[in-house]
């Protein structure tokens, strides 16, 4: 208390002179030099005491704030952080209102900064809130209502729209500006919109809660169309009726008639516009469309446009499977094309014309017949056909559900496709509850081997993942497939969950599957429990790896470029049906494979096709443990399969894409993941940045700055990089991809279990950091900071003396032996020495030995030039040891800046005994 109270009178004394009036104080700023750097400070000058003319001397006890921020300035050019932090707090002490003295403060910073941090004001702005938590007594609750505070808050809000719309978060915090009329608050979000200032406008809307009563359209177009839709998404972020409007709004621009002009003469001002003017495209826009659909539970009768799109391209993908492949029946061709077209007249006349083009006039007739199109709307000859064609013959020729199809397979299918081992009569469809407790007796025994597989119906121009209709089990000699679409009410559909959730959370039961992710995604889109409460699979051994250690067998040595699951060019089998052929002999007949599996009942043919796909998973897994060697795998694969169960990847490969089915947008933030040893970045132990290696795609370069700050290997995606990239990095380099937006529905379908994290885009940049170091518990040490090069992620520097350093200048003619000896003075005369830490800097990085420097061009062995002219000349008199990139050339040295990462990462900062860093008062 006495040190506070002498503070305060030291700082009162030091600063003891009236304020000067505006010309007074706009005419020192001149008469010290500067230009216009001084007009602009002496305009600010003046406009911030016009503002707070009811300030009056008394109520700073005597502190000039001008001399107090001068003084401040002063010593952050000096690089004096500490000094600047003591002072700021004693400064604070020393007034007696300090929350109107912390405006007038801010008032003085020389210009507009809208950089998240690395400023005086932002500095100035982090001491108090530290100085005022730590008394109560003094928040804004505390003082009485009426009219002085609400100027005090609109002072506040003044400063933030015409000035440091950086400083947003902590000033509606300490000025609690969420209470003021809302009136006011919108009209200083219309201003900024007004002003251009889309994203401070939509943060301060976010933060404030505005959303409901600004125009959602004037907000999200200009973020649209400077490519910010993330910031859009989190603008109409819990309001439905706002979502639902972003989203129409996105599916009108996908109408026929719209082009990207037409929002140009609304909006000139976009300077991103012309640059990103592809991102309005149809296509591009559609994906966006109805991934916000699918998150926002959008109902798709409200888009009509994007909609009809993917149906038509359904209509074309089903038109080339039946007429060009020949690959699928006509029964399931016309179930999905009835589905598709549904009660569009349009999707209807498009079938027809595409009939005439594939089939001919008497299909085409037959279709239009049955959807009774107007004759004016047909294509010619089609209205002629139809009339000698009746209608009772289009019926007849129509094949009824479950019949029509022999029991057996052909002969043909016999000999060229793998045949069912077992006969039908051991193919079981479950669709009872004595049925259910006859597979759970069957199934549920230690040492049991499981083929696991599953159906669900085609998403042919569906909106939403798409839910599981069977569920195929197979152990030896039986086969048993579980019916979903109808279960038989709630005591028996709770029962078949609890049989589900023990099948797949029992290690003692090894299941075997092929791309196991997928169907455990679509399984918790099945049903929501599995979303509240996610699976915990054990046991699962997925084919598809194995299939990716056979095919990289097959492939020389020689060959680059990345390897394809579908294995050996010479075949035009693909996925499980490939490798059913690579082990068995012969691969899958696939004509079934996109029937309507939620119809009831099922034919024979596909009861057939549901019992092999299952079932030729327990003969792989046979023959693979059998002879392992023959295609190619290690010797050892039989224990790794048959012994290690839920380990069937070996070191050095990629782990198995087994992920637990849950909501996409929570899972990565409510637990952490358990991988294997090969991605140590995401375990539940605490682990060192070194250990932890992520890829950043191109929307987070912030976030992948802010990381490799930390010593964190972070790879970065260019602006023209497909996201898809991320992944193929991460799976070829064992990283975690951090992404937002669209790209997370996409790349975590890529990539293994928890190694794709969604980070909130309308953060900033050190928050997502701070989040995601959390999230994996990475511990970060002082000697962690700067370890790795910011600019190229590089981690071996080398150091460089003083001495050594100013040799090198001279010789580039970067200094003289006449600046040289004025820097000296001048370092004399001004430069203070900072409060020296305990320990000595020393970063946990790779040392390059001098000699990697070459002496004449000054290159790095990587051909790297050393940046000296990036080196300020009278930086040299204060700094002793200079760190130097071995990668880029970017040459560091220890300022401020390290002092300020500290203070931004001590929430996961561990630091040791002796190694305090700085001293706050």
């Known amino acids: 208390m006495a040190r506070s109270a002498m503070a305060s009178h030291s700082m009162c004394h030091r600063f003891r002179r009236p304020p000067p009036s505006p010309p007074v104080a706009a005419a020192r700023f001149r008469s010290g030099g500067g230009g216009v750097e001084s007009h602009r400070r002496g305009a600010t000058l003046i406009r911030s005491h016009q503002r707070f003319t009811q300030i009056t001397e008394a109520d700073w006890l005597g502190v000039d704030p001008l001399q107090f921020w001068d003084s401040l300035a002063a010593r952050w050019s000096r690089k004096e952080i500490d000094e600047v932090r003591v002072e700021a707090r004693e400064g604070f002490s020393a007034l007696r209102d300090p929350l109107e003295g912390l405006l007038v403060v801010l008032e003085y910073c020389p210009e507009v900064m809208k950089s998240k941090g690395g400023s005086l004001g932002h500095c100035v702005l982090f001491e108090f809130q530290l100085w005022l938590k730590e008394r109560p007594h003094l928040h804004l609750q505390q003082r009485e209502p009426g009219a002085r505070l609400r100027r005090l808050q609109v002072q506040a809000l003044s400063l933030l729209t015409e000035k440091q719309p950086s400083f947003l978060e902590p000033l509606i915090d300490i000025y609690q500006l969420g209470s003021l009329e809302r009136s006011v608050l919108l009209g200083h979000v219309g201003y900024l919109l007004h002003r251009g200032s889309y994203r401070e406008a939509v943060l301060m809307s976010i933060k404030l809660k505005l959303q409901p009563d600004l125009d959602m359209e004037k907000v999200c177009i200009p973020l649209v169309l400077q490519d910010k839709l993330q910031l859009a998404e989190a603008f109409v972020s819990d309001y439905q009726d706002l979502q639902n409007r972003l989203v129409r709004l996105l599916d009108s621009w996908c109408s026929p008639g719209f082009h990207p002009s037409h929002l140009l003469s609304c909006y000139p001002g976009i300077p991103q516009f012309h640059q990103k003017s592809d991102r309005l495209a149809p296509k591009v826009l559609s994906k966006q469309v109805f991934r916000l659909m699918e998150l926002y539970g959008v109902d798709p009768a409200l888009c009509p446009n994007v909609v009809t799109q993917r149906r038509l391209a359904s209509l074309r993908f089903l038109m080339y499977k039946r007429f060009v492949e020949k690959n699928m029946s006509e029964e399931n061709w016309a179930d999905h094309v009835q589905a598709t077209v549904g009660e569009s007249v349009d999707l209807q006349v498009e079938l027809i014309f595409m009939l005439v083009k594939h089939s001919g006039l008497d299909c085409a007739a037959r279709w239009a017949l049955r959807y009774h199109v107007p004759r004016d709307r047909l294509p010619f000859g089609v209205g002629v056909r139809r009339e000698t064609i009746l209608e009772k013959s289009v019926l007849e020729t129509e094949c009824p559900a479950g019949t029509g199809e022999p029991w057996e397979p052909s002969e043909e299918s016999r000999r060229t496709y793998y045949q069912l081992p077992v006969p039908m009569e051991n193919v079981h469809f479950l669709d009872t509850a004595e049925g259910l407790r006859l597979c759970r007796e069957a199934v549920l025994k230690p040492g049991v081997l499981l083929g696991v597989d599953m159906e669900w119906r085609p998403a042919f121009g569906s909106v939403g993942k798409p839910r599981v209709a069977l569920i195929q089990l197979a152990v030896r000699d039986t086969v048993y497939l579980l019916d979903l679409t109808e279960r038989g009410g709630p005591e028996q559909d709770q029962e078949l969950r609890h049989f589900i959730r023990d099948v797949f959370s029992d290690p003692a039961v090894t299941k075997l599957g092929y791309g196991m992710a997928g169907d455990l995604s679509s399984l918790a889109a099945t049903w929501p429990q599995f979303l509240e409460e996610p699976l915990k699979p054990a046991g699962i051994l997925d084919l598809l790896l194995v299939h990716k250690q056979i095919q990289k067998a097959h492939i020389p040595l020689g060959v680059r470029g990345s390897r394809s699951v579908e294995g050996l060019k010479s075949s035009a089998e693909k996925g499980l049906s490939l490798l059913v052929q690579l082990v068995l002999g012969k691969p899958l007949d696939k004509t079934e494979q996109l029937s309507n599996w939620e119809r009831r009942p099922l034919r024979p043919s596909q009861v057939y096709y549901a019992a092999v796909d299952a079932y030729c998973l327990l003969d792989v897994h046979r023959s693979l443990t059998q002879d392992p060697g023959r295609f190619g795998l290690a010797p050892d694969l039989s224990n790794a399969l048959g012994g290690q169960r839920g380990k069937c990847e070996e070191k050095g490969t990629h782990r198995p894409r087994t992920r637990k089915a849950q909501d996409p947008c929570t899972a990565a933030e409510e637990e952490k993941p358990h991988p294997p040893p090969a991605l140590p ?6 682990l060192s940045p070194q250990q932890f290696r992520v890829v950043c795609d191109n929307m987070l370069q912030g976030l992948g700055r802010y990381l490799r700050c930390v010593g964190v290997d972070v790879r970065m995606l260019d602006n023209a990089d497909d996201h898809r990239r991320a992944a193929e990095i991460a799976r070829e380099e064992s990283r975690v991809i951090l992404t937002c937006g669209l790209p997370f529905q996409t790349l975590k379908s890529q990539v293994g279990e928890g190694c794709c994290l969604a980070v909130d885009c309308s953060e900033k940049a050190r928050d997502q950091a701070l989040r995601v170091l959390k999230h994996f518990n990475i511990t970060i040490t002082p000697a962690d900071i700067f370890s790795r ?81 990036s080196v300020p000349p009278g930086i040299l008199n204060k700094v002793s040891l200079f760190y130097c990139c071995t990668s880029c050339g970017k040459v560091f040295w220890e300022g401020s800046h390290f002092g300020r990462v500290i203070s931004q990462f001590q929430e996961v900062l561990n630091i040791s005994d002796g190694q305090t860093i700085y001293q706050h008062q």
């Open 789 to 869: 090069c910011q600019v190229c992620n590089g981690d071996q520097y080398l150091k460089v003396p003083r001495q050594e350093m100013e040799r090198l200048m001279k010789i580039r003619g970067l200094i003289s032996a006449e600046s040289r000896s004025r820097s000296e003075s001048e370092s004399a005369d001004c430069d203070t020495p900072s409060q020296p830490r305990s320990l000595p800097y020393s970063p946990k990085c790779r040392w390059a030995a001098p000699s990697g420097l070459d002496p004449d061009s000054l290159q790095f062995p990587g051909g790297a030039p050393l940046q000296l002219d």
């Open 681 to 686: 970045g995401v375990s539940r132990e605490a």
